[in-house]
T-cell receptor, first 113, second 115 residues
């Protein structure tokens, strides 16, 4: 049973560019959420997708957008990259419901130069 | 607003020592969930435990144990007889009642276990 898979593992971009990160949830999970983890910090919630719609959003600008596909996989898009967007981006999947535990992928390390 | 504080930035112990990682949380909700995750160098967050606010029973799982005290808003994690493989960053996190899959994380505690 595959867990949460993310691609790519590493990515280098320059300021102003756009990036797309991908996530496949754990089998049986229908909810995907994205987190940004800056170096030395805890993960910060970006947003959650369920039934192909954004359901919750953290304190992130509109440059951060996403999508969920009918097979529950998801993409995170970041436009107009800033140096401060350099971070580990983690995808988590879960079943829909309160208090459900989240299963995380290994993340995509994004470096913005 | 929700907040999780892990005051210990880094802890170093020698193998076989016991170690306790502290977690203090803030929330106005009466229903909430507390979690601990382990993050090894690979980056993946590994789930360790979930506890809801109505269950204050302490839990033991092998060398791991958790002490949940609502009176002090703390959810501490103890590793007994630590091993080198326990070296990682440990995060405490909080989830509110209407925020499914939205975890508020602490800043983490880096545990280094040496021989």
């Amino acid at each position: 049973d595959a867990g949460v898979t993310q691609s790519p593992t590493h990515l280098i971009k320059t300021r102003g560019q756009q990036v797309t990160l991908r996530c496949s949830p754990k089998s049986g999970h229908d909810t995907v959420s994205w987190y940004q983890q800056a170096l030395g910090q805890g993960p910060q919630f970006i947003f959650q997708y369920y039934e192909e719609e954004e359901r919750q959003r953290g304190n992130f600008p509109d440059r951060f957008s996403g999508h969920q596909f009918p097979n529950y996989s998801s993409e995170l898009n970041v436009n107009a990259l800033l140096l401060g967007d350099s971070a580990l981006y983690l995808c988590a999947s879960s079943s829909r419901g309160l208090g459900e535990k989240l299963f995380f992928g290994s993340g995509t390390q994004l470096s913005v130069l | 607003a929700q907040k999780v504080t892990q005051a210990q930035t880094e802890i170093s112990v020698v193998e076989k020592e016991d170690v306790t990682l502290d977690c203090v949380y803030e929330t106005r909700d009466t229903t909430y969930y507390l979690f601990w995750y382990k993050q090894p160098p690979s980056g993946e967050l590994v789930f360790l435990i979930r506890r809801n606010s109505f269950d204050e029973q302490n839990e033991i799982s092998g060398r791991y144990s958790w002490n949940f005290q609502k009176s002090t808003s703390s959810f501490n994690f103890t590793i007994t007889a630590s091993q080198v493989v326990d070296s990682a960053v440990y995060f405490c996190a909080l989830m509110g009642p209407g925020t499914a899959s939205k975890l508020t994380f602490g800043t983490g505690t880096r545990l280094q276990v040496t021989l």
